[in-house]
């Protein structure tokens, strides 16, 4: 059984920032890829940042190249996305997802973290 902890987010004002992390368990869950989406009230769910377990090639969607940094800790299959220069429009439910090998796209999906931006 796989479970996506996440932890962080809150409420900053614009400008400021926030860090948001991801633990997976499961001692036989070994992830080809990790990442955070997310969702505003009435949008769709939308990938964020994603990097991949074996080489560190991260992907960043465009509105928050340059703000938003995705890192991986290996050993405790854990994901970290810092948010700098936070805008009202990034506010959103944050969640963690995961790829596993042989699997079939993100099957895995945290609980979600609010992450509110004030202007």
């Known amino acids: 059984q796989v479970q996506l902890v996440e932890s962080g987010g809150g409420l900053v004002q614009a400008g400021e920032s926030l860090r948001v992390s991801c633990a997976a368990s499961?001692?036989?869950?070994?992830?080809?890829?990790m990442g955070w989406f997310r969702q505003a009230p009435g949008n769709e769910r939308t990938l964020v940042a994603s990097?991949?377990?074996?080489?560190?090639?991260?992907y960043y969607a465009e509105f928050v190249k340059g703000r938003f940094s995705i890192s991986r800790e290996r050993v405790g299959k854990t994901i970290h996305l810092q948010m700098n220069s936070l805008r009202p429009e990034d506010t959103a439910v944050y969640y963690c997802?995961?790829?596993?090998?042989?699997?079939?796209?993100?099957?895995?999906w945290g609980q979600g973290t609010q992450v509110t931006v004030s202007s």
């Open positions: 499961g001692r036989t869950f070994s992830p080809v890829a």
């Open positions: 990097i991949r377990w074996s080489n560190g090639d991260k």
């Open positions: 997802a995961a790829q596993r090998v042989g699997g079939n796209g993100y099957e895995f």
